[in-house]
Structures are given as structure tokens and as C-alpha cells.
């Protein structure tokens, strides 16, 4: 029997990580690029938030992004952490 990935496995959690500033978190993406680029997933900067597509439980990625955000020496009261729907698709109860 073939196995098909879920189509959840294969379509990532998006996050949205919300600075105080549109300064701020182009300021901050500019320096931690590389590292999301390889360990959390493709990020994008929209304003003052950066959404980033990664393939990482939710617990294994909050750990990550804080552990970052602390090493960047960014205060905990200057952003926000939350999960957003984009990449989310309906899928009809079987």
C-alpha cells in the first residue's frame, strides 16, 4: 500500500512575530537572516511583522524563535509571538 503525505505534513504553520516598529523588525530581520533562513523556515517582513513559514511543531518553534529573540537581545515586552492561519486549508471531517 502507498502511503500519501497529509497534506497538513507537507503545507507550513505560519507564524507572525509583531515588533514595536516597522524600523525595528526590518532591523532585526536584517540581522538573524541567515539563521531563520536554515533553521526556522522562509521568513517574510511585512510592516512591523515578520511571518515565517516553518515545518516545526508549535513547542519546537517557540523554543527556537525566543532563543533567538533573547540571543538578539530583544526585550519580551517589544514583540509578540502568534500563530496565523495563512497555509491553512479547510478539510472536510471524513
Known amino acids: 500500500m502507498v502511503k500519501l503525505r497529509s497534506?497538513?505534513?507537507m503545507v507550513p504553520n505560519t507564524w507572525g512575530i509583531k515588533f514595536e516598529t516597522r524600523e525595528k523588525a526590518h532591523d532585526f530581520y536584517q540581522?538573524?537572516?541567515k539563521y531563520y533562513e536554515e533553521t526556522l523556515?522562509?521568513?517574510t517582513v511585512?510592516?512591523?511583522t515578520w511571518y515565517i513559514g516553518t515545518k516545526l511543531s508549535d513547542e519546537e518553534f517557540k523554543?527556537?524563535?525566543i532563543e533567538l529573540l533573547d540571543k538578539?537581545?530583544?526585550p519580551k515586552d517589544q514583540y509578540t509571538i502568534s500563530?496565523?492561519?495563512i497555509g491553512k486549508f479547510?478539510?472536510?471531517e471524513a
Open 7 to 9: 497534506i497538513f505534513e
Open 31 to 33: 540581522e538573524s537572516i
Open 41 to 43: 523556515g522562509p521568513i
Open 46 to 48: 511585512n510592516n512591523d
Open 63 to 65: 523554543t527556537k524563535i
Open 72 to 74: 538578539l537581545n530583544i
Open 83 to 85: 500563530k496565523t492561519e
Open 90 to 92: 479547510w478539510m472536510p
